[in-house]
DNA sequence: AGCGGGATTTTCT
DNA sequence: GAAAATCCCGCTT
C-alpha cells in the first residue's frame, strides 16, 4: 500500500486512486476527504493537456508520479490532478469529486454550499479544500496536502464510463466512479 | 428536470 | 481569436 503503484500510467492506475484519501492542512485543521470520481489522461490521448508534448503549463504532469498537477480553466476554476507514469509519461488522474469525511464545516466556509454540492465536481472540490495554482507541483507525501493510499476497491463497486466535459477522444471508457457514492459528479 | 447563457483568463492556433 | 478536463443562475416545460 504505497505511492510506487502511481508510477505505472495506465488507466488502471487512476481507478485504483477510487477510495484512497486525501488529507488537506487547512485553516489549522485537518481535512480527511475520500476519492470517488477520477478519470485518466496522458499522452496518447487528444482530450489531455499533455497531448502537445511540454509546455509551461503542462511540466507538472511530464514530471515524477505523486504530485499534484493543478489548472486554471473557464477563467475561474482550477482542478486537480494526482500524476502518474514513470517522468516523461505526461499522465495523470483528474480528481472529479471526493466524499468529505472529516472537517466539513471547514469545507463549508470555503464553498458556501452544503451536501453533495461541497465536493462533487472538480472545481467544486478545488473550491472548497482550498486548491490553486499554490499546490500545482506539491509533493503528496507532505502536508498541507498528503495522499493516503487506501486497499483497492473490489471491482464490483466501480463504474466505468467515458470521460466529462471533453470534445476529443470521446469514446474512451477512462472514467471511473464508486457505484453507490452520493458525491460523483453525474450518473 | 432540462436548456441556455454568462463569468473570465490561460493557452495554443 | 477561439476554445476550454466548469459552475451557477434563471427561464421554460
Redesign the pocket.
Known amino acids: 500500500m504505497d505511492m510506487r503503484e502511481l508510477n505505472i500510467a495506465s488507466p488502471d492506475t487512476a481507478r485504483r486512486l477510487l477510495g484512497c484519501e486525501l488529507v488537506r492542512l487547512i485553516d489549522g485543521e485537518q481535512v480527511w476527504v475520500k476519492i470517488v470520481e477520477t ?1 485518466y ?1 496522458d499522452q496518447t490521448d487528444a ?4 497531448y ?1 508534448g511540454r ?4 511540466e507538472i ?1 511530464f514530471g515524477p508520479a505523486g504530485y499534484l ?1 493543478v ?7 482550477y ?1 486537480c ?1 494526482i500524476v502518474l507514469g514513470e517522468e516523461g509519461a505526461g499522465a ?1 488522474a ?1 480528481i472529479r469529486a471526493v466524499e468529505p469525511l472529516t472537517g466539513i464545516d471547514t469545507l463549508m466556509r470555503r ?1 458556501k ?1 452544503s451536501g453533495v ?1 461541497l465536493t462533487n ?5 478545488c ?1 472548497a479544500m482550498g486548491i490553486d495554482r499554490g499546490l500545482n507541483g506539491h509533493n503528496l507525501t507532505q502536508a498541507p496536502l498528503r495522499l493516503e493510499m487506501e486497499p483497492e476497491l473490489d471491482a464490483s463497486a466501480v463504474t466505468t464510463t467515458t ?6 477522444a470521446v469514446d474512451m471508457p477512462w472514467r471511473f466512479y464508486i457505484s453507490d457514492n452520493l458525491y460523483v ?1 453525474r450518473k
Do not use: D, W
Request: net charge positive; proline share 5%.
Open positions: 478519470e489522461y482530450a489531455s493537456h499533455s502537445r509546455t509551461p503549463r503542462t504532469m498537477y489548472y486554471f480553466t473557464y477563467g475561474m476554476h482542478c490532478n495523470a483528474l464553498r454550499r454540492e465536481g472538480p472545481a467544486k472540490l473550491s470521460r466529462v466535459g471533453i470534445s476529443q459528479s
